[in-house]
């Protein structure tokens, strides 16, 4: 019953309500309907998935094209390089704070709109940073212009999620996963060459924000929504206009905005999953030990071959090259798991057990952590030739995309009635983690010395390698056990 204080106007009583509300409400024509993404033609998948990969790439980017330029920037301002540091740290902390805003946008009103205001306003910042007159500007400008980037971060996979089936997902999550490290892997040397250049270090902000502006703007004009409830609210709108019946509508037009469930859904839950569910927490942490190395590197490897091997700036990031080596042939081994996937996938009838997304970790696991000791015991004098640290990072980059990838799917089949919830506590504590490493990376292998850093590293690494083998073995049991999931599926 509606309150008595409603009222139609000019004395006019409230209508009674259709008699059946289903009959009003749009659908899909079958699941062969040419309107439903996963019908639309290869080319136009292939558009929006280079679209929205390519927007995830420039923000991996941007995240850290400025930590060649450190160096410049705080002696322009007249600050320490650990305080210039912190505008690549509260960039990647924004990556954090940005799913509770830019998660339940998705959801309300689609992809398109999210993605493509998050990516201009991220130009917008980092213009804002480039022209900087004092650290804190260039500090709280880079904070905005992450927060703003966690929208590719988070909504991509969606955008994934809404155009590829099973089938074909997981070769699309692949070529996410590889802009995520890509970026990070490539920025050392652009930014290294930039900074050392004439351009100096305002470029290595200003490059990526107009190239921000350029997917921005494609985005606005190009961008289909893929998002299915909201291409149903446009389908319900069309025959309200042609037939003027307008009790016709889509089944999201009776979802209100209700900030409390999303607080809960993105936010609270997500920090109570992390807390509760051994898989999450596990999972999650492993993958930010992961994300953050990336991180870390940044620092590393700038200290071992400018440093150690005397190298100029610029020349000195080249061994990233090795890294993203690593990362893409990392990709090529995932994907020719994918067949085999498949074929197991059709033998179940399409219905996906969680743990077999972890077959490749069982082989990543052991080769990251080996790449970590090879870098460690072989960088640290100038004696041992600089390409041999340099085929370590092949195999650190092998490890980084072969675990994350996996584990990444793992989590989304493993919680999928909760998948929004498990990604976002997923992103929130791998980005807060890999925050924090810039800020101590080069004080580590300084002050413990390449050899020692690197084992430490190289420990912890070893430490995590039975996470992915244990949960291959007892994830079925622990998932039975989740309360969470439990009381989803009595909902």
């Known amino acids: 019953m509606w309150s008595k204080n409603l009222s139609m106007g000019m004395g006019k009583p409230i209508p009674p309500p259709p008699s059946?509300?289903?009959?009003?409400?749009?659908?899909?024509?079958?699941?062969?309907?040419?309107?439903?993404p996963y019908n639309w033609t290869t080319s136009t998948k292939l558009f929006i998935s280079i679209l929205v990969c390519s927007g995830t790439y420039i923000v991996a980017l941007t995240s850290a094209i400025f930590s060649p330029a450190v160096k410049s920037a705080s002696k322009e301002f007249g600050v320490s390089s650990e305080v210039?540091?912190?505008a690549t740290a509260l960039y990647v902390l924004g990556f954090a704070s940005g799913p509770v805003i830019w998660a339940p946008a998705s959801e309300l009103r689609g992809r398109k709109w999210p993605l493509t205001i998050a990516m201009l306003l991220g130009g917008i910042f980092t213009i804002a940073s480039a022209v900087a007159k004092d650290i804190q500007t260039l500090i709280i400008c880079r904070f905005f212009a992450g927060l703003c980037g966690a929208s590719q971060l988070t909504v991509v996979p969606g955008v994934l999620a809404d155009i590829y089936d099973n089938t074909y997902r997981g070769v699309a999550i692949s070529v996410y996963a590889l802009t995520?490290?890509?970026?990070?892997?490539?920025?050392?040397?652009?930014?290294?060459?930039?900074?050392?250049?004439?351009?100096?270090?305002?470029?290595?902000?200003?490059?990526p924000a107009f190239l921000s502006f350029v997917n921005g703007f494609i985005s606005l004009f190009f961008l289909q929504e893929t998002y299915a409830p909201c291409i149903l609210i446009e389908k319900a709108t069309k025959i309200r206009r042609q037939?003027?019946?307008?009790?016709?509508?889509?089944?999201?037009?009776?979802?209100?905005?209700d900030l409390r469930h999303l607080v809960d859904k993105y936010f609270t839950r997500p920090l109570k999953m992390l807390v509760t569910e051994p898989i999450i927490f596990l999972v999650s942490l492993y993958m930010s030990f992961i994300y953050g190395l990336v991180y870390c590197l940044l620092g590393a490897y700038p200290y071992v071959f400018e440093e150690i091997y005397g190298m100029a700036p610029g020349v000195?990031?080249?061994?990233?090259?090795?890294?993203?080596?690593?990362?893409?042939?990392?990709?090529?081994?995932?994907?020719?798991?994918?067949?085999?996937?498949?074929?197991?996938?059709?033998?179940?009838?399409?219905?996906?057990?969680?743990?077999?997304?972890?077959?490749?970790?069982?082989?990543?696991?052991?080769?990251?952590?080996?790449?970590?000791?090879?870098?460690?015991w072989t960088a640290f004098t100038p004696k041992i030739h600089w390409a041999i640290p340099t085929v370590a990072g092949i195999f650190i980059g092998f490890g980084n995309v072969s675990v994350f990838l996996p584990c990444f799917n793992y989590l989304v089949d493993a919680y999928l009635p909760l998948a929004a919830s498990a990604v976002a506590a997923n992103i929130i504590l791998r980005s807060s983690v890999a925050a924090g490493f810039p800020l101590f990376s080069r004080q580590m292998f300084e002050n413990m010395g390449v050899q020692w850093a690197g084992t430490l590293l190289g420990c912890l690494a070893v430490i995590m390698i039975p996470v992915p083998y244990t949960f291959r073995i007892y994830g079925p049991w622990l998932r039975r056990k989740s309360k969470l999931l439990e009381g989803q599926e009595k909902s």
């Open 243 to 257: 037939t003027h019946n307008w009790a016709i509508h889509a089944r999201h037009d009776r979802v209100e905005f």
């Open 316 to 376: 000195s990031d080249l061994p990233f090259i090795g890294l993203l080596s690593g990362q893409v042939l990392a990709i090529g081994f995932v994907l020719s798991r994918h067949a085999a996937y498949v074929k197991r996938l059709e033998k179940n009838n399409n219905v996906p057990v969680p743990e077999w997304r972890l077959t490749p970790t069982l082989l990543g696991a052991p080769i990251f952590a080996i790449g970590l000791f090879w870098f460690g």
């Open 20 to 36: 059946d509300p289903e009959d009003y409400t749009v659908e899909f024509d079958g699941p062969d309907d040419p309107l439903h």
């Open 180 to 207: 995520v490290f890509g970026g990070p892997s490539t920025a050392p040397f652009t930014g290294g060459f930039i900074a050392a250049s004439s351009l100096g270090w305002r470029w290595t902000l200003y490059i």
């Open 84 to 86: 210039g540091t912190l």
